[in-house]
């Protein structure tokens, strides 16, 4: 085989090829004997038909098949004699094999990651801005604890912020309701949330057996018959209850069930967890410092291929915004990749056993199901892919130099978690 391989830019590359008549002729062989064993023809016996009968009947097919996987075979070689990564498949034009011709050429257009001189990776310095877990994210964090094991209890009055609601409600188009819209015994805690603002402010003053009608204006990623509209909902109030909270004593303590008896306990329990989540938010914040840094340090071409992908595995509305992100985020895939190959870093089967475990319990099958259906959709790769990259982030981040600075507390800041830890 011969050929020659120009730049067009640093990712894309025009190859000119020539496969020897012979290796085609091997291949085109081997494609016959093939479909000789499967064919049924009347008149033949399986697998005694002719060659001259095979090519009457198939000629066209099995010349296209073997030029097809010749030439793939043949780029894809090329390529990696040469040490380039392919992306995506080629552009091939000028496909040449006349019946007296010495080779089979063709010129190809193909992108590829361009080669890549890893710089300094190890103890880059990053600088992580932390704020301290205060005493009233503490008390703030255990008044959530006390709201969820709070009593309820009816009450003749106005509802307001911290009540438990419950009550009827149905949609109306121009006056007419609107089809599955009607809702019974419908219930909220007022203030918790604020994901219905409007409603949650409309049921505000309102008493059991009141009623009201409010207009909300549906979004317009809402369904198709009401994106954009006006709708008016008609509430009815079917009692208000008041939240009674325990006392925060040993007795709610040792209630919680996490192996704790007294409020001190407590009080360091979630200091922990709360601690524990700032460390967590500290090494994202890190970790995008570090990856940020890594491309800084090791500027190359990207395929815009590769670029595009990205954006549309996004979103594909924001096209012009995500362009530089979606650069950026592969340069950071392409480094992470190059930087594992170099220093060796596999998932192991157990940790793929044990995402797969997880995986299985969310999608509640069984392991060995769930590996088999991703086996067959081909996305057991993109998991120990995923395995791979975030081993190689940890390694990395292992490596660089933290340097953690503690920020001064806001006064009166706390916690916005609401998940006690039970472990």
Same mark, same amino acid.
């Given at each position: 085989?011969?050929?020659?391989?120009? @730049?067009? @830019?640093?990712?894309?590359?025009?190859?000119?090829?020539?496969?020897?008549?012979?290796?085609?002729?091997?291949?085109?062989?081997?494609? *016959?004997?093939?479909?000789?064993?499967?064919?049924?023809?009347?008149?033949?016996?399986?697998?005694?038909?002719?060659?001259?009968?095979?090519?009457? %009947?198939?000629?066209?097919?099995?010349?296209?098949?073997?030029?097809?996987?010749?030439?793939?075979?043949?780029?894809?070689?090329?390529?990696?004699?040469?040490?380039?990564?392919?992306?995506?498949?080629?552009?091939?034009?000028?496909?040449?094999?006349?019946?007296?011709?010495?080779?089979?050429?063709?010129?190809?257009?193909?992108?590829?990651?361009?080669?890549?001189?890893?710089?300094?990776?190890?103890?880059?310095?990053?600088?992580?801005?932390? =704020?301290?877990?205060?005493?009233?994210?503490?008390?703030?964090?255990?008044?959530?604890?006390?709201?969820?094991?709070?009593?309820?209890?009816?009450?003749?009055?106005?509802?307001?912020?911290? @009540? %438990?609601?419950?009550?009827? $409600?149905?949609?109306?188009?121009?006056?007419?309701?609107?089809?599955?819209?009607?809702?019974?015994?419908?219930?909220?805690?007022?203030?918790?949330?604020?994901?219905?603002?409007?409603?949650?402010?409309?049921?505000?003053?309102?008493?059991?057996?009141?009623?009201?009608?409010?207009?909300?204006?549906?979004?317009?990623?809402?369904?198709?018959?009401?994106?954009?509209?006006? $709708?008016?909902?008609?509430?009815?109030?079917?009692?208000?209850?008041?939240?009674?909270?325990?006392?925060?004593?040993?007795?709610?303590?040792?209630?919680?069930?996490?192996?704790?008896?007294?409020?001190?306990?407590?009080?360091?329990?979630?200091? #922990?967890?709360?601690?524990?989540?700032?460390?967590?938010?500290?090494?994202?914040?890190?970790?995008?410092?570090?990856? #940020?840094?890594?491309?800084?340090?090791?500027?190359?071409?990207?395929?815009?291929?590769?670029?595009?992908?990205?954006?549309?595995?996004? $979103?594909?509305?924001?096209?012009?915004?995500?362009?530089?992100?979606?650069?950026?985020?592969?340069?950071?895939?392409?480094?992470?990749?190059?930087?594992?190959?170099?220093?060796?870093?596999?998932?192991?089967?157990?940790?793929?056993?044990? =995402?797969?475990?997880?995986?299985?319990? =969310? *999608?509640?099958?069984?392991?060995?199901?769930?590996?088999?259906?991703?086996?067959?959709?081909?996305?057991?790769?993109?998991?120990?892919?995923?395995?791979?990259?975030?081993?190689?982030?940890?390694?990395?981040?292992?490596?660089?130099?933290?340097?953690?600075?503690?920020?001064?507390?806001?006064?009166?800041?706390?916690?916005?978690?609401?998940?006690?830890?039970?472990?």
């Amino acid at each position: 085989m011969t050929s020659t391989v120009n @730049d067009i @830019d640093a990712c894309t590359k025009r190859l000119e090829v020539a496969i020897p008549r012979e290796k085609v002729a091997i291949e085109i062989d081997r494609a *016959y004997s093939r479909l000789a064993g499967r064919v049924k023809l009347k008149g033949f016996r399986k697998g005694k038909v002719p060659r001259r009968v095979l090519e009457r %009947y198939y000629g066209e097919e099995v010349q296209a098949e073997v030029v097809n996987r010749v030439i793939s075979t043949s780029y894809r070689e090329l390529l990696e004699e040469k040490g380039m990564r392919p992306v995506g498949e080629p552009n091939v034009t000028d496909i040449v094999m006349e019946d007296d011709a010495p080779e089979l050429t063709y010129k190809a257009t193909v992108e590829v990651i361009p080669p890549l001189e890893l710089g300094e990776y190890k103890g880059i310095e990053i600088e992580v801005n932390s =704020q301290p877990v205060t005493d009233d994210q503490v008390d703030q964090q255990i008044g959530q604890y006390l709201k969820q094991a709070s009593t309820f209890e009816d009450v003749d009055r106005a509802a307001k912020s911290g @009540d %438990y609601v419950m009550f009827d $409600i149905e949609g109306f188009d121009a006056g007419e309701p609107v089809p599955d819209s009607r809702r019974e015994n419908e219930a909220v805690m007022i203030g918790e949330t604020r994901s219905e603002k409007e409603l949650e402010d409309a049921l505000i003053g309102m008493k059991s057996g009141d009623e009201k009608e409010i207009d909300i204006e549906v979004p317009e990623n809402a369904a198709p018959n009401l994106a954009g509209k006006t $709708i008016q909902f008609r509430i009815k109030v079917k009692s208000v209850k008041e939240a009674h909270p325990p006392e925060l004593d040993e007795g709610f303590v040792t209630s919680l069930g996490i192996g704790l008896s007294t409020v001190e306990e407590l009080r360091g329990h979630v200091r #922990k967890y709360l601690e524990a989540q700032q460390e967590n938010v500290d090494r994202q914040q890190g970790v995008a410092e570090l990856l #940020k840094k890594l491309v800084e340090m090791h500027p190359f071409e990207v395929p815009p291929t590769l670029i595009s992908s990205e954006i549309e595995g996004r $979103i594909a509305d924001y096209e012009r915004q995500l362009a530089p992100q979606a650069e950026e985020r592969v340069r950071q895939l392409i480094l992470i990749e190059r930087i594992r190959e170099k220093e060796g870093i596999v998932a192991i089967p157990g940790e793929v056993d044990a =995402q797969i475990q997880n995986l299985a319990a =969310q *999608y509640q099958m069984t392991p060995e199901n769930l590996k088999k259906r991703m086996e067959m959709t081909g996305s057991l790769g993109q998991l120990v892919s995923n395995i791979n990259y975030n081993k190689t982030v940890d390694w990395l981040y292992g490596q660089a130099k933290v340097n953690v600075q503690i920020e001064e507390p806001e006064s009166g800041s706390g916690s916005g978690s609401d998940e006690p830890d039970g472990s």
